[in-house]
């Protein structure tokens, strides 16, 4: 037998949402958005690789120049949330942020690893039910993790996780809005928390969803130094099959990441997933449409589980957390899936009953009622 | 000030080749392929996003399934070394590689990066000069690397590095052909270093640039459950932009990195790269031909080095690493790069004065001998 590293041995790894191939199903399970990306980026990205054929053969930039000053900029336009019309941005959503406060990596799953490595020691305080990959980084790079409750509607604590922070003078991570329950912090809530937390220390957000939700914290970080946002393509940027994802800091967290990556893997990006970045976000409006589809669709599914007595706290995100009393999350996923429909459950104890479904089309999420008016 | 982890102080990240944006110079400095990508791969690739462009809003097949296929399948056609024509394979340099053998990730470097999570602990034996990045991971993993000295001619001291492995019942990892000489074993001495070293411990040999040179490790794949071999899309694919590495072993080391990668990022190589890879590996055809053109290109350089007086290893790589008595190598590479061509040079004790000469078309490298006559 071959001896492996004892650090394996830690290891408990993400389990992404099932991808079956036994049948065609309506994928709500994994929070991809509905919609393909904007066809003048699918012609620009052909239009680019047949022009530069050589680009596939040369690496790529390590630094993905042209993306990063694409992102700022379209940060700089939509203050970070892409599902509010331009006359919608009041001025105190605007965001001031420049080419070199951007750090590009493969899909924000990669950028969280390296932020985890550059920023986390001992321990870090995060929500009690969060994105599931934070307690696979600790695993992998032996961080304690110290989980703050949620409240019973789902709202976090915030007193209550910055006295935690305070108390163990740890860094803090935290998704807004929050999966999986789609809950969203207010600015003013996630400047409270800065102001209660140690200053010291890295205050990561994660905004995978921010753009189908209302306050980006990218205006707070004229103000504080120790705050990182993360954000990635996946989602409102129909770009999940990519892996495009960033940070958004000041300088000296941005060059401790780059050091991190330039210590594993210099070229994260690859030269066509570069261009089609790029490209993508010269044409963000046509993802704020496509955002503001989704957040419709949303409303009028929230309004459709009220009505059938389904508990859903309100989602500032491209999905909701629902459940029904009397009614077993597993048996209640069964359903749906014998129907042709795939949503998200979680065995985790305290929200087993709960269903996470992605927001589809129009037409996916009149199939998804129809089978959930039975349930 | 913000506190960053402790990690980052042990950190002394990787230098790659120099990308200078002032003029436009031939590129000989980064070991890239001089030729574009295969026609037909081209046009696959577009037609495939034109065809299925939702293919970028939806996450990537997390397995890279049908990529691994295509490589065990052009692994089992060429045995792992594409410059040799069909005809040329004896019996010996067949391998029998199936998919399961196969993991593939975002470009060799992050293949590397997580095998030395996966594999590596207290420390592990390689070779004084080679591939820049080991140390570097070494460092990012708490990894001690123990140098096996190179021989007065650049070859390894097998019997040494092998004494020095069993004494610290250490893992192995070397490169063959290897950076920065070129040098590369034969199979019956990898085959004799894997009986003389630990058997319960890993054995990587990086495989970069085997497909320029004579006999891969992979036929031994089916006597060593230790054997690791890392591979690349990098150099003899035409495929350095696209970030495509991979490992080939036995199943219980190929879980063991799926494990790891699923506790760092789940979907590290993206769609289009996948479908890229794929098709390039359909079509390595073209990219033997390509090959034979860069050993061609390669052994008159060789010739015309030999003649003016300039000491090279023979290579089996697409590269060759020179020094001439009595000349610095940085007034060398100065010259060169002023005549508007980069090669690569590293400050290293003990190879200060060797240049490291990317292989190119015959055009540039009549540019480069043009000015290396004066030097």
Redesign the interface.
Known sequence: ????????KS????K?GE?PKDRQYI?LN?N??????C?ET?KE??DF??EH??????????DSTVLRGEIAAMLCRTGGVLCKAEGDTPAADKANITPDMVYCG??S??VL?LSF?????DAIVSPQHSYSFYP??C???GVKQEKAMLLDDWTLDIERMAETATRLDAPTILANPNAPTGVALTRDEVKWMLDNSPH???FMVDEAYMDFGKESALPLLESY??LAIVRTF?KSM??????IGYLVANK??ID?IT??K????????????QV?GASSCRHSAYYAECARSVVQEREAFAAFLNEHGWNAPPSGANFVFACKEGVSGLEAYKKIKKAGILVRRFDTPGIEDYLRITIGTHEEMSSLQYVMEDI
């Open positions: 037998m071959t001896q492996l590293s004892n650090r394996l290891l408990d790894p993400y992404p991808q994928k994994a991809e958005n509905p919609y393909p990306p066809p699918v990205v052909t690789l047949k054929p050589r680009a596939a053969s040369l690496y790529a930039d390590p493969n899909g799953d990669e690893s490595y550059a920023f986390f020691d696979v980084y695993g992998y790079y010291g220390r890295v130094e120790n996946s129909c770009a999940a099959g990519m892996r000296p967290l401790a050091t991190v330039n210590s594993m893997n210099h070229f994260p990006v690859d030269a066509l997933a089609f």
